[in-house]
């Protein structure tokens, strides 16, 4: 006989035995089935944000700093709304994620009560999936499902809406068992053999690496193939994570979102390997194309929306990364012989004096001219950061303009070490360094973000607080939307700065952060900065750090 079990119950049941370990919500009226029964599941930790878009970005962080499934709770229809911009931002970087939210119940809808709304429609832009629970006996198929198509290549955020007649119903019924589908398949000896003539085909080849480096744990062996070849890697005009090893002999950096950058990078080569993402992910227009004429691609891949995105490939083959570098590298070896590796020494020795181990002795060199510059200079704070964080330090990067130099200043040595704000919607940083910290109890993480954008989601520094996290804030200080001013003069020859500025009357980040419980420091003096963050990277606790810098447009 099957076991009777309410909706509520079962909904919670059927998360943990998804490998969800933290629910992140904000209750509200069509929530309470949910928090009533989480005191029967005391071993599923409650994450509380002050606001949905919180919830979401709090779970997101979570999510990519774990490579886990992650599970957050919304309000009905206005708390949905509130989590879009956040539900945005997990679909750009395609976060495992189970969004739900509580909807009012079945019949009472049709009256169309306050706060009622058409959830599924509201969803469905930005999830793989979207599904409302019409018959409780169908809600373990559903979250099974569920949990199923958020985790599959290309994962993403799903989305259930949870009617209270659901939620409170009670049935015998199974729970049925959790499906994971395993996609780590590398391509056919065809493919491969292809693959193989191509690249040794190839006089200048370049390599640019995306986030499935990071999904497929494939930072070795993409190197391995950067050094098997002897070219230059590049991360892509995206790099919101750890996608290449920086301190190995081919690492050039980041390719700028700039088209004419872009393409004066690319244009001495002659075969473009993209490996895991869109290689050329732009922002702003511009008439100039980042492909130089006549470049060839090969890709490898998993995301069908990032195999020739945008141009097309010569060989584009569905398949994991890892799994397929681990295959082609020792082919190529085997194939290229000792013609490919003296062609692969010349590489390494011609890409040392200006691989990113070089540019960033040059890079510091000229920073530290700024080191006794006041107000702060921008560049110098950043590298007083990257300096004063423990080696196992994890690092959440939503300084903008601020952090320009970051990628250059901090290696990448494992794939959970960096997370950065990936689809341009600011006020991901803070919250998901919350969910970073939770996923990572025995790293300390830094947040680098700027003012405007930590703005945002100020009251996640509340949930911080409570959860008692690791967890530092600097927060860089320039008075308003630094971004913005550059944009206006850059595009527009502007320098009218209408609403870009916060100095009447200031922010007081300092204040803010004791209201919300954390310890909260200003730094004015570049002399002081150094030994204040290294005094607060070593101590426990949520801590605010306020930086006030120069706030030049330039």
């Known amino acids: 006989m099957k076991n009777r079990i309410t909706g509520r119950s079962a909904f919670l049941a059927l998360l943990k035995d998804e490998g969800v370990t933290h ?11 949910i928090m009533h029964a989480l005191k029967d599941h005391p071993d599923l930790t409650y994450v509380m944000a002050m606001q949905e878009s919180l919830v979401v970005a709090m779970a997101d962080g979570f999510s990519r700093a774990s490579g886990k499934l992650v599970a957050c709770n919304v309000h009905v229809a206005p708390g949905l709304g509130n989590a879009m911009g956040s539900l945005y931002n997990a679909s750009f970087t395609g976060t495992p994620l189970i969004l739900t939210a509580g909807q009012q ?4 809808g049709l009256t169309e009560p306050v706060l009622y709304g058409p959830l599924v429609q509201m969803a469905t832009p930005l999830v793989k999936w979207a599904v409302e629970v019409t018959r409780l006996e169908d809600l373990p198929r559903i979250v099974r499902r569920a949990a199923k198509i958020a985790t599959t290549p290309p994962t993403g955020p799903v989305f259930i809406s949870l009617p209270g007649d659901i939620l409170n119903a009670e049935a015998g019924i199974e729970l049925g068992r959790s499906t994971r589908v395993d996609t ?10 292809a693959l193989v003539a191509r690249i040794l085909k190839a006089e200048r080849p370049v390599i640019v690496v995306g986030d499935e480096i990071v999904k497929s744990d494939a930072l070795r062996e993409a190197a391995d193939l950067a050094e098997t070849l002897g070219c230059p890697a590049w991360q892509s005009s995206t790099p919101y994570g750890a996608h290449f090893l920086s301190e190995s002999p081919s690492f050039m950096g980041a390719i700028a979102r700039l088209q004419k950058v872009a393409r004066d990078v690319l244009a001495p080569h002659d075969l473009l390997i993209a490996l895991g993402g869109d290689p050329l992910r732009m922002s702003v227009y511009s008439e100039v194309d980042p492909l130089p004429d006549g470049l060839s691609i090969v890709q490898v891949g998993l995301v ?22 681990r295959a082609l590298v020792p082919a190529l070896k085997e194939i290229g012989g000792g013609a490919l590796e003296t062609r692969a020494r010349q590489g390494l020795a011609a890409l040392a004096p200006k691989n990113w181990a070089a ?9 530290s001219r700024a080191s006794q510059t006041s107000p702060i200079d921008p560049d110098w704070l950043a590298l007083q950061v990257v300096e004063a964080m423990p080696d196992n330090a994890i690092l959440v990067d939503e300084g903008l303009t601020s952090s320009r130099q970051i990628i250059g200043l901090r290696a990448h040595r494992d794939r959970y070490a960096y997370h950065a704000l990936a689809s341009g919607g600011i006020g991901w940083g803070l919250p998901a360094a919350v969910g970073v910290s939770l996923a990572n109890p025995e790293r300390p993480v830094v947040c680098y973000s700027g003012d405007g954008s930590s703005m945002y989601s100020i009251q996640s520094l509340w949930t911080a607080a409570n959860h008692k996290l690791p967890l530092n804030f600097v927060i860089v200080n320039n008075g308003g939307y630094r971004i913005i001013k550059q944009r206006l003069l850059a ?12 100095i009447d009357p200031p922010v007081d980040f300092t204040a803010l952060a004791r209201s919300l419980g954390l310890e909260a420091i200003k730094v004015t003096d570049p002399q002081e900065l150094k030994g204040t963050l290294i005094s607060a990277f070593s101590r426990l606790g949520a801590k605010l750090i306020e930086v006030v810098v120069s706030n030049s447009v330039n």
Do not use: C
């Open 23 to 33: 629910l992140f919500g904000n209750p509200g009226t069509t929530e309470l089935p």
């Open 359 to 367: 540019k960033r002795k040059a890079l510091v060199e000229q920073i």
């Open 184 to 193: 780590r398949v590398r391509p056919s000896e065809d493919s491969l053999k």
């Open 491 to 502: 595009f527009h020859g502007d320098d009218h700065y209408v609403g870009m500025d916060f």
């Open 304 to 325: 069908d929306s990032d195999l020739a995105r945008n141009y097309g490939a010569e060989i584009a083959v569905k398949a994991d990364v890892r799994e397929t570098l």
């Open 105 to 108: 119940e079945q019949g009472h």
